[in-house]
């Protein structure tokens, strides 16, 4: 069965640095798009970045550009997001996602919280 499981989540001041991982397993992984999603408190969840099995970006969410980077190792069946100069307003569970033959699969989410 498809299980994600996302890592790396925690508590940082404004301007610091966090990746993030998502472990996948139970499907071929490098041929299919793995995507970031997060959701803040009283909002909806909203694509961060998507990549493709061949590593083609697909940006998401505006804010984030040019501060978060999706990557994958294919080889680690893994998927990470690297985010920089982190907001207060970037505070959300962070939820890793795949579709498979139409249906989506979430992680169970890791809490990103910036704040001082």
């Known amino acids: 069965q498809v299980q994600l499981v996302e890592s790396g989540g925690g508590l940082v001041q404004p301007g610091g640095s966090l990746r993030l991982s998502c472990a996948a397993s139970g499907f071929t992984f490098s041929k299919y798009v793995m995507s970031w999603y997060r959701q803040a408190p009283g909002k909806e969840r909203e694509l961060v970045a998507a990549?493709?099995?061949?590593?083609?970006?697909?940006n998401g969410e505006e804010s984030v550009k040019g501060r978060f980077t999706i990557s994958r190792d294919n080889a680690k069946n893994t998927v990470y997001l690297q985010m920089n100069s982190l907001k207060p307003e970037d505070t959300a569970v962070y939820y890793c996602n795949v579709q498979v033959w139409r249906t989506n699969y979430w992680g169970q989410g890791t809490q990103v919280t910036v704040s001082s």
């Open positions: 990549i493709t099995g061949s590593g083609d970006i697909r």
